[in-house]
């Protein structure tokens, strides 16, 4: 069974940094793109990061330059470093792995349960 746990969320000021962490279970971690996403109220799950399993990472134009993403592949855990937080930052963030079912690429999602980051001005 896969499993999704995230932690790290909290309150902070504009200028601030957060670690997001995500634990992952019931997968082949070092195999597995990992992801990060976050939904603001009243506003579509947009990706935030991605990382692959051979660390290669991506990121939304919003957040390049303030958020790191990276792994561990011994935890099975993968990290969302935010530094220089914006309002527009606040939202629940999601850990995302995308799981294969069959040769033609078909994937079921998997979701954390969410962490909240709320950044006050």
């Known amino acids: 069974q896969v499993q999704l746990v995230e932690s790290g969320g909290g309150l902070v000021q504009a200028g601030g940094s957060l670690r997001l962490t995500c634990a992952a279970s019931?997968?082949?971690?070092?195999?597995?793109?990992m992801r990060w996403y976050r939904q603001a109220p009243g506003k579509q799950r947009e990706l935030v990061a991605g990382i692959s399993s051979t660390s290669n990472t991506n990121y939304a134009d919003s957040v390049k330059g303030r958020f790191t993403v990276s792994r561990d592949e011994v935890k099975n855990t993968v990290y969302l470093l935010m530094n220089s937080l914006k309002p527009e930052d606040t939202g629940v963030y999601y850990c995302?792995?995308?799981?294969?079912?069959?040769?033609?690429?078909?994937?079921?999602?998997?979701w954390g349960q969410g962490t909240q980051v709320t950044v006050s001005s």
């Open positions: 019931g997968i082949t971690f070092s195999s597995n793109p």
């Open positions: 995302n792995v995308k799981r294969i079912i069959n040769v033609e690429g078909a994937f079921v999602d998997y």
